[in-house]
């Protein structure tokens, strides 16, 4: 397979590791999400948020999102602990129900193993969602590392979940490329000293992409195979 455009600038060849994000970058989670935000909400009595307002809070992790859905509803943080259970029970329940892949997820995957590049998940979700999001997606095999939130010390944006994987391999940060949607993944990226390149269709916090500096800003993950 020809090398693609971006990787022939950035590397001179194929990266020697891929990061990649999970919630909007490969998957639409967001819909599953928000119902079990709802489904917390509904128990103390409090208006629904719905998926649009879901949508602009995810990015930060489970126990971050929580709190945010508890200020809008107007609910005390000392109820923090145990709405964050109901939602994890919640969620846990239907992971999947109406959560689906972007397009040319499978594809770009199947590029990266064909030409022999590492790739791992790093994601601030609760590890313990990863493995059955990805086996529902028949996507679990292309990954050689899964990162929770709660996998290491640090989570996104920090370095740590990064060159935990690229020391792993001895990559240098240089070779390797970070791949997401939110200015979370761009920060992970350049403190870890690796490119970055984010989508365009994904979770964005209300933030500009264009003014963050990525190495690439896309509309769909096949135009990293150009």
Known sequence: MKTPKYFSKWFDGWPD?????LDGTLVDSVPDIA???????????????????????????AAKLIEQALDWAGLSQ???EEAYRLFLIHYHQH???HSKLYPNV????????????????ITNKPSVFIKPILD??????????????DTLDEKKPSALPLLHCSESIEAQPERCLMIGDSITDFKA????????????????QGVDL?????????DDLAELLV
Not at 139 to 148: D, H, K, Y
Not at 210 to 218: E, N, P, R, W
């Open 78 to 80: 000392d109820k923090h």
């Open 17 to 21: 590791l891929v990061c990649l994000d």
């Open 136 to 149: 529902e997606f028949g996507i679990t095999e292309e990954f050689a590392w899964f990162l929770g939130g």
């Open 210 to 218: 264009k003014g963050l500096g990525a190495d690439a800003i896309i």
């Open 35 to 61: 119902a079990a935000v709802d489904a917390f909400l509904s128990e103390y009595q409090a208006p629904l948020a719905g998926e649009e307002q879901v949508r602009a809070w995810v990015g930060f992790g």
């Open 189 to 204: 990226a350049q403190n870890a000293g690796f490119k970055s390149a984010l989508v365009t269709y994904g979770y964005h």
């Open 95 to 97: 992971l999947t129900d």
């Open 106 to 121: 499978v594809a770009i995957l199947k590029a990266f193993k064909y030409n022999s590049v590492p790739v791992a998940l």
